[in-house]
């Protein structure tokens, strides 16, 4: 269901890619900080069971999210008896809160180094 929608919805394509990509944890994006600092500071109380399960864990989310990423930006839409000419609509909620999210996550992978500056006060 997701072939082809790159086609038919580029902005929200590229703004659901950069959304599934910081939740599993690739740079730049700001999912990709917090699981690090996560994994980091496991392996500084001595849990390493549970900081290579997080690994294989987001090993896991990365895998599914370019799975997905990968049927939307470079499979084709497999032709249906019943198919519609013009373009499937996507509620204007919808498109607007992933573009959004996409944004801020993007801006917090960018601009990380302030945010934690100023999350590290509150750790001491």
């Given at each position: 269901?997701?072939?082809?929608?790159?086609?038919?919805?580029p902005?929200?394509?590229?703004?659901?890619?950069?959304?599934?990509?910081?939740?599993?944890?690739?740079?730049?994006?700001?999912?990709?900080?917090?699981k690090?600092?996560?994994?980091?500071?496991?392996?500084?109380?001595?849990?390493?069971?549970?900081?290579?399960?997080?690994?294989?864990?987001?090993?896991?989310?990365?895998?599914?999210?370019?799975?997905?990423?990968?049927?939307?930006?470079?499979?084709?839409?497999?032709?249906?008896?019943?198919?519609?000419?013009?373009?499937?609509?996507?509620?204007?909620?919808?498109?607007?809160?992933?573009?959004?999210?996409?944004?801020?996550?993007?801006?917090?992978?960018?601009?990380?180094?302030?945010?934690?500056?100023?999350?590290?006060?509150?750790?001491?």
């Open positions: 269901g997701l072939a082809g929608f790159l086609d038919r919805h902005v929200i394509a590229f703004s659901a890619a950069a959304s599934l990509f910081s939740a599993a944890g690739l740079p730049p994006f700001g999912g990709f900080f917090a690090i600092i996560i994994l980091f500071s496991l392996l500084e109380k001595g849990h390493f069971f549970i900081a290579c399960a997080g690994c294989i864990f987001i090993f896991l989310a990365c895998w599914c999210s370019i799975r997905i990423v990968s049927a939307v930006f470079f499979h084709e839409p497999e032709e249906q008896k019943n198919t519609k000419t013009e373009k499937e609509n996507v509620p204007l909620s919808v498109g607007f809160v992933i573009i959004l999210l996409a944004i801020f996550l993007a801006f917090y992978g960018i601009f990380s180094s302030y945010f934690l500056e100023k999350i590290s006060v509150f750790a001491n």
